[in-house]
């Protein structure tokens, strides 16, 4: 397989030259790409592939999904992308079945990671704190595999398992304070985000056809219960995972509720995840409870609000879309900071007035203007403090202050920017299987 990331690595510099102007860009996919997979991934005995986060010796099924994801353009061109591809979703789908309410794991069941934890967890889990985008971020990755190649052979009894549990899951935590036990706390951490409030219950809610997080996709728990963007990826993948159990499996009882499901999550985006701002119009809230409560900001994690084209949950023209965009991009959003040396969106999980590259990226992947993208791009490479890759956050006043410095979702982020600006998206233009709007 090293021989698949070198001939991939060819390809996407070969890409980025004939398409770019300069060395500049080239150099910084070059070292963005060795930083995001082939210094992460390696091969377990059982032929499945684990891919670590960076400077985290645990893999998160969210990053990991999105760490593999510059890989799919070369699918057709490279052999051997396909079954790199399909080993990635085949630990993903492992995990899953082990525990459906963890976000990251252990390659062996060494106890390694935060072993304070309470309830105590499996050796093999790092950490077990329940995000549903976390949750269906695998099969994501394996429906866009099966729509760039048309490959499923990725899914056979072990997925057919995961899609079990994550169907369970996500219909028992629509219904939270009496169907769920799950609690989460850190007794020994001093982040107040590192646990869930009420004895690890979490955020208080009531029905309302949407799916209950414990986490928001930075990690911190949720304020509100109901993470909007969650939800509408949720329901993006419910479709996609219906799509793929008839296909694949046969199974049109266990497609029906995931398809149910995804109904009732729609519904209640419609109900309950919207606002009118007086002087923009509808846009989307970013986490409500049912019980009136409701937040308005956006976070550099995807899901993010920002994130929802780029995830094939609306289309980028979208005007509730359009509306939540401009906010987002504005100082309504408590997270996006401006400074002498840039502006973006940041995250209550690092510093105040410190902007992420992966919301960068994500701005520039969902936005129409070939100017905006330019101007995104620029602002990526001079912020790296020297170091010739991205970051997990900067300082908008000094790009020299940064956190994380080996955070390859970031990295592979960067990737994907550049390969869309080369006129090779992972995702053609418009594919919005199954998408809300």
Same mark, same amino acid.
């Given at each position: 397989m $090293?021989?698949? $990331?070198?001939?991939v690595?060819?390809a996407?510099?070969?890409? #980025?030259?004939d398409h770019m102007?300069?060395? @500049?860009v080239?150099a910084?996919?070059a070292?963005?790409?060795?930083?995001?997979?082939?210094s992460?991934?390696?091969?377990?005995?059982d032929? =499945?592939?684990?891919?670590?986060?960076?400077?985290i010796?645990?893999?998160?099924?969210?990053? =990991? &999904?999105?760490?593999?994801?510059?890989?799919?353009?070369?699918?057709?061109q #490279?052999?051997? #992308?396909?079954?790199l591809?399909?080993?990635v979703?085949?630990r993903?789908?492992? /995990?899953?079945v082990?525990?459906?309410?963890?976000?990251?794991?252990?390659?062996s069941?060494d106890?390694?990671?935060?072993?304070s934890?309470?309830?105590?967890?499996?050796?093999?889990?790092?950490?077990?704190?329940?995000?549903?985008?976390?949750l269906?971020h695998?099969?994501? $990755?394996g429906?866009?595999?099966y729509?760039?190649?048309g490959?499923t052979?990725w899914?056979? /009894?072990?997925?057919?398992?995961? +899609? @079990? &549990?994550?169907?369970?899951?996500?219909?028992?935590?629509q219904?939270?304070?009496t169907r =769920?036990?799950?609690?989460?706390?850190?007794?020994?951490?001093?982040? &107040?985000?590192?646990?869930?409030?009420r004895?690890?219950?979490?955020?208080?809610?009531?029905?309302?056809?949407?799916?209950?997080? !414990? *986490?928001?996709?930075?990690?911190?728990?949720?304020r509100c !219960?109901?993470?909007?963007?969650?939800n509408?990826f949720?329901?993006?993948?419910?479709a996609?995972?219906?799509?793929?159990?008839?296909?694949?499996?046969?199974d049109?009882?266990?497609?029906g509720r995931?398809?149910?499901?995804?109904?009732?999550?729609l519904?209640g985006l419609?109900q309950?995840? @919207?606002?009118?701002?007086?002087e923009?119009?509808?846009?989307?809230?970013?986490?409500?409870?049912?019980r009136?409560?409701?937040?308005? %900001?956006?976070?550099?994690?995807v899901? +993010?609000?920002l994130?929802?084209?780029?995830?094939?949950?609306?289309?980028?023209?979208d005007?509730?879309?359009?509306?939540? @965009?401009?906010?987002v991009?504005s100082a309504?959003?408590?997270?996006?900071?401006r400074?002498s040396? !840039?502006?973006?969106?940041?995250?209550p999980?690092?510093?105040?007035?410190?902007?992420?590259?992966?919301?960068?990226?994500?701005?520039?992947?969902?936005?129409?203007?070939?100017?905006?993208?330019? %101007?995104?791009?620029?602002?990526?490479?001079?912020?790296? &403090?020297?170091t010739?890759? %991205?970051?997990?956050?900067?300082?908008?006043?000094?790009?020299?202050?940064?956190?994380?410095?080996? *955070?390859?979702?970031?990295?592979?982020?960067?990737?994907?920017l #550049? $390969?869309?600006?080369c006129?090779r998206?992972?995702?053609?233009?418009?594919?919005?299987?199954?998408?809300?709007?």
């Amino acid at each position: 397989m $090293l021989k698949v $990331l070198a001939d991939v690595r060819e390809a996407l510099l070969d890409t #980025v030259a004939d398409h770019m102007s300069g060395s @500049r860009v080239t150099a910084f996919a070059a070292a963005c790409f060795d930083q995001s997979l082939p210094s992460t991934l390696s091969f377990l005995d059982d032929g =499945s592939a684990f891919v670590v986060t960076g400077d985290i010796p645990a893999m998160w099924l969210r990053d =990991s &999904a999105c760490q593999v994801r510059p890989l799919l353009p070369f699918a057709a061109q #490279v052999p051997g #992308v396909v079954d790199l591809v399909s080993a990635v979703v085949a630990r993903q789908m492992r /995990q899953i079945v082990l525990d459906p309410y963890a976000n990251a794991f252990n390659a062996s069941p060494d106890n390694a990671g935060h072993r304070s934890d309470q309830p105590p967890v499996s050796p093999w889990v790092w950490e077990r704190k329940y995000e549903v985008d976390s949750l269906v971020h695998p099969f994501h $990755l394996g429906y866009l595999l099966y729509r760039t190649t048309g490959h499923t052979a990725w899914f056979g /009894q072990d997925a057919l398992a995961a +899609s @079990r &549990a994550v169907v369970d899951v996500i219909e028992c935590e629509q219904d939270h304070e009496t169907r =769920s036990s799950y609690r989460f706390t850190r007794p020994d951490s001093p982040v &107040a985000s590192d646990t869930l409030v009420r004895d690890g219950r979490g955020p208080q809610t009531v029905p309302t056809g949407l799916t209950w997080s !414990g *986490f928001r996709p930075s990690d911190d728990a949720t304020r509100c !219960g109901y993470n909007i963007p969650g939800n509408a990826f949720a329901a993006q993948v419910l479709a996609e995972m219906a799509e793929l159990l008839e296909l694949c499996c046969g199974d049109p009882v266990l497609a029906g509720r995931a398809r149910r499901i995804r109904a009732d999550i729609l519904a209640g985006l419609d109900q309950y995840g @919207r606002f009118h701002h007086p002087e923009q119009g509808d846009a989307w809230w970013y986490e409500v409870d049912g019980r009136g409560g409701a937040l308005f %900001m956006d976070d550099a994690n995807v899901p +993010s609000l920002l994130s929802l084209p780029w995830l094939g949950c609306c289309a980028a023209d979208d005007p509730v879309y359009l509306t939540t @965009r401009a906010l987002v991009l504005s100082a309504a959003n408590p997270y996006y900071f401006r400074g002498s040396c !840039g502006s973006g969106v940041g995250s209550p999980h690092t510093p105040d007035g410190h902007i992420w590259p992966i919301a960068l990226c994500v701005q520039g992947l969902t936005s129409t203007s070939r100017c905006e993208q330019e %101007m995104l791009l620029e602002q990526l490479l001079s912020s790296d &403090a020297g170091t010739g890759v %991205m970051h997990e956050s900067f300082s908008c006043h000094d790009p020299a202050v940064f956190t994380r410095g080996w *955070f390859a979702w970031a990295d592979a982020m960067f990737c994907e920017l #550049v $390969l869309a600006m080369c006129g090779r998206p992972v995702v053609s233009p418009g594919f919005q299987a199954g998408g809300h709007g």
